[in-house]
């Protein structure tokens, strides 16, 4: 039986005092809390604060993106190691807005995804279609595409290694989610594409979590599909109640 996971993803938000903050009022909220696994992924700046904050929880810690090299002349940039280091047990890589904004292609999501893993970090790995991709029936071969370019290279992984993020562009921030049945649907493919890659048991056991557009309304009925494992959120993780609502929706 999988574990949830939600995901909160705060992308560019919350300074280092804004994200104490969060902390300090989201922790009471979701206590009582074991049947889900919580994680946060703040901005660099904050990961810090949030570590020593979270130590003593259950809530565990995520970059929001990671270079694949241990070091270098890489302005901007942020090691695998340097993340662990700062308290992360997992990354975001290959996120949507990484993708379009900042040119990142399969390849690079390819180098990354191997660079977490060998440096003891979770990847959560983000595929998804735009709108014109779906609507050309072409939401089958980009996702493929993106799976097998991600996971080039990589002859064995655990679930403790990976984490899918199904995320349709055209649904994250538009209020517009995808059905749970047109997410099940993705869910149950990405997982047979597992199942080729490696075994039926590694992809009974790999997580696939939607994102895109989640809200305290909706995630229950994407919760009860049987493959959407939980939720990677963005805008709605951004006040801690909301999200501790989420949370509890989740584990209900
Ligand atoms: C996201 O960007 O990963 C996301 C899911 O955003 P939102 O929940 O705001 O749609």
Redesign the pocket.
Known sequence: MRRRALIG?W?MHKTADEAGTYIREFLPLIQNIASVDVILAPPFTSLHVVAALVKDTSIGLAGQDVHWDSQGALTGEVSPAMLYDSGCQSVIIG???RRQMFHEDDNAVNRKVKAAIAHHLTAIM?VGETREERANGKTSDVLTRQLLAGLAGIDAIDDTQLVL?Y?PIW????GT?ATPTQANEVHAELREHLGTLFTTAIAKSIRIVY????TTENIQALLATPHVDG???????LDPSNFARIVSSAAN
């Open positions: 993803n992308k996120h949507s807005e983000c993020a995320e649904a994250i921030g538009s989610p994102g895109g557009s989640i939720g990677l959120v963005g805008g709605a993780c």
